[in-house]
């Protein structure tokens, strides 16, 4: 009995469509509330930010953006992501080689300290960095006798934005090693390959395409960041401003064209960010089907 059963599932099987179908009016309803949202929800603001950066001509759009203030807060912004992206990166393979590769006490009490910027809010994330080297902080007054600053400066900046972006990388990267097993580098080691080898060679083509995605989504957070580099920065126009911290400032000054200028370069940023991560999802299937094949 179970045999037959067992038969005529398997026919089943082998007659069904690869995908299931919908009615044509399900696929076309479906479809028309998806747009409408990305429409309502992703589409109408471009344009609306793009349209108000222009709303006064084209030569005040170019004042806007040249303007002193706003390149240093580009500056500033590209700098930050530049510190804190390798960091997180070093940090996210490290994390994920560890938690993916070895069994230790702990494991999981290192995972759940990894989602714990997803679990705070960024303003809270700036707090804890003000109660520590905060001048009435736990080491306020040593780096005040040092003359050293924190708060206030890049390195509060840098601080901030690589506590609220360190999961994407990490997070990218483990369920992608758990799923590809010790296998292939417990076999190059007993072919004698050495730890770093072993990496190189085995671990790290095996996802790259994993860790490009991650580095991607920690870019894109570290130069939208607001919450946490609001509370550390200070706003001090032309020196502790980022891009989105000189658009808040232009827009509470009624500056709604400059503000929404300059909000046109984090559309710009965020526009390369994806089509970059568009690539790397694209090269990934390619690469998936090359291995399959």
């Known amino acids: 009995m179970a045999g037959a059963v067992t038969a005529h599932l398997s026919d089943s099987a082998s007659v069904r469509p690869k995908h299931v179908t919908e009615k044509p009016i399900v696929r076309w309803l479906l479809t028309g509330i998806a747009l ?10 471009l344009i ?22 706003a390149v240093a807060a580009l500056k500033l912004t590209l700098i930050t992501a530049l510190i804190s992206v ?11 080689w560890a938690i993916t590769k070895f069994r230790f006490k702990g494991k999981n009490f290192l995972i ?10 960024p303003v809270i994330s700036g707090l804890i960095f003000v109660l520590l080297f905060g001048a009435q902080g736990w080491f306020g007054p040593w780096l005040d006798a040092h003359d050293i600053q924190i708060l206030f400066a890049l390195p509060g900046i840098v601080l901030a934005t690589t506590f609220v972006t360190f999961p994407f990388v990490a997070r990218e990267l483990i369920p992608l090693m758990q799923a590809q097993g010790v296998q292939e ?43 946490a580099v609001s509370v550390v920065s200070g706003h001090i126009r032309g020196e502790t401003n980022t891009l989105p911290l000189h658009v808040e400032i232009l827009y509470n000054e009624y ?39």
């Open 36 to 45: 409408l949202f990305l429409g309502f929800v992703v589409l109408l603001p």
């Open 48 to 69: 609306a930010v793009f349209v108000e950066a222009f709303k006064q001509g084209v030569n005040l759009y170019w004042a806007s953006i040249t303007d002193p203030d």
């Open 86 to 96: 390798p960091l997180n990166t070093v940090f996210g393979i490290a994390a994920a």
């Open 185 to 227: 580098e417990e076999a190059a080691a007993s072919l004698g390959a050495k730890g770093w080898q072993i990496f190189f060679r085995v671990t790290l083509p095996n996802i790259k395409w994993g860790l490009l995605y991650g580095i991607i989504l920690c870019n894109a957070r570290a130069m939208g960041e607001f919450g």
């Open 255 to 293: 500056q709604f064209s400059a503000s929404f200028a300059v909000a046109s370069l984090l559309v710009f940023l965020a526009l390369i960010t994806l089509g970059v991560k568009s690539f790397v999802e694209w090269k990934s299937a390619q690469s998936a089907k090359g291995g399959e094949a």
């Open 112 to 121: 759940t300290l990894i989602d714990l910027p997803f679990s705070i809010s």
